[in-house]
Nanobody
């Protein structure tokens, strides 16, 4: 069983920065790929960033060069550093992983970017 708890969302002006954190409980964190997804009102949930167990990363084109995903396996934590935020980044951000063929999601954290 895995529980994911996000924190760090909030309201920021365009051009600002936020740092999201996701803490995972349960075992096996270090061997899992970890993702950040987001869902804006009226839109489908989309993958923002992924980090593998060996710390390779990939990003959605819309956030490349602005967002950085990282992980600390000793603390069971994955972090999303978001810089140069735009109003289009406004969404609920979710931490996600798959373990034993089952999807696990956090409760989500709201990020709002004002123009």
């Amino acid at each position: 069983q895995v529980q994911l708890v996000e924190s760090g969302g909030g309201l920021v002006q365009a051009g600002g920065s936020l740092r999201l954190s996701c803490v995972a409980s349960g075992s096996g964190f270090s061997i899992n790929d970890m993702d950040w997804f987001r869902q804006a009102p009226g839109k489908q949930r989309e993958l923002v960033a992924r980090i593998t167990s060996i710390h390779s990363t990939n990003y959605a084109d819309s956030v490349k060069g602005r967002f950085t995903i990282s992980r600390d396996n000793a603390k069971n934590t994955v972090t999303l550093q978001m810089n140069s935020l735009k109003p289009g980044d406004t969404a609920v951000y979710y931490c996600h992983t798959v373990m034993a063929f089952r999807n696990y999601w956090g409760q989500g954290t709201q990020v709002t970017v004002s123009s």
